[in-house]
């Protein structure tokens, strides 16, 4: 059993990229699916990747619906109820770029921020961490998922998603 897994993003739009793993198979596909009044995205998680990977769990998709002018709405996971965006970019400390959510599983996980990469913790365990590419590469970021963030993936892809789209649009939390 490995202990951990890596997903490169193809694509440097927030709105639209995509994450495969080292076999080249489709992991997750982050997408714009409406704009016509306010901005909707979907993040679904690739059969061809999960498959592989019998311990995932939770929801296979997400959504996040954005308010007027790209402002902050809510997010869906799978046919769960909407939460508030804002509920999964909480902080605790007004000077800190940490980002705290609650997982559907109850565990409060955080995001640490810095300006070419994100760590994901429970706790004091890293379970994810999200990273530029060099100019080299093929790819525009590397992500690797620890085991234990299996069960969580697709709210660990989410929020990532979620912060990388807050900080980019300036919201002020």
Request: aromatic letters at 10%.
């Amino acid at each position: 059993m490995s202990g951990s897994y890596v997903l490169l993003q193809f694509g440097s739009n927030l709105f639209s990229h995509r994450f495969e793993d080292l076999e080249s198979r489709p992991a997750f596909t982050v997408k714009t699916v409406d704009q016509q009044v306010n901005v909707i995205v979907h993040i679904a998680r690739e059969a061809a990747w999960s498959q592989q990977h019998p311990e995932i769990m939770g929801p296979s998709n997400s959504y996040l619906y954005f308010g007027p002018s790209r402002t902050p709405g809510y997010l869906v996971y799978g046919n769960g109820p909407e939460v508030a965006m804002v509920n999964h970019l909480r902080h605790k400390k007004d000077a800190s770029t940490s980002r705290y959510f609650t997982a559907q599983n109850g565990k409060e996980l955080k995001w640490k921020v810095f300006p070419q990469k994100m760590e994901c913790l429970d706790g004091r365990s890293t379970v994810a961490t999200w990273e530029l590419s060099q100019p080299e590469d093929v790819f525009s970021a590397r992500l690797i998922i620890k085991h234990s963030g299996l069960t969580m993936v697709t709210e660990i892809l989410t929020t990532l998603s979620l912060n990388r789209m807050a900080l980019d649009l300036d919201w002020k939390l």
